[in-house]
Nanobody, 126 residues
Framework: QVLLVESGGGSVQTGGSLRLSCTPS???????MGWFRRAPGKEREGVAT????????SYADFVKGRFTITRNSANNTVVLEMKSLKPEDTAMYYC????????????????????WGQGTQVTVSS
């Protein structure tokens, strides 16, 4: 069972920045990795993905231009850099992974992913 260990959440004011990291417990090679979030009272939604084979990235419209997802191939850590944070970005953020060479078009679907982290809280105050 692959574990995904997240870190980096916290509290910031509007306009601030945070950096989330996700490291798999073992080398899972060619994968699609991503981040989801769940705000209070809302469903979990896809934020961004990173495709290890091609280095392609995808973003939800509501974070484009503000969030950047990258991967450190040395330790398989996936990083989500979040800038210009807004109160509506407040949520529990979850790392996800699937042993798939392609992230494809289903990455926004929760059921498509195989492994999940425990989540890290991000709170943005106005």
């Amino acid at each position: 069972q692959v574990l995904l260990v997240e870190s980096g959440g916290g509290s910031v004011q509007t306009g601030g920045s945070l950096r989330l990291s996700c490291t798999p417990s073992e080398d899972i090679g060619g994968v699609c990795m991503g981040w989801f979030r769940r705000a209070p009272g809302k469903e979990r939604e896809g934020v961004a993905t990173y495709e290890a084979r091609t280095s392609d990235t995808s973003y939800a419209d509501f974070v484009k231009g503000r969030f950047t997802i990258t991967r450190n191939s040395a330790n398989n850590t996936v990083v989500l850099e979040m800038k210009s944070l807004k109160p509506e970005d407040t949520a529990m953020y979850y790392c996800a992974a699937k042993l798939s060479w392609l992230c494809g078009t289903r990455w926004r679907e929760e059921e498509w992913w195989r492994y999940w982290g425990q989540g890290t809280q991000v709170t943005v105050s106005s």
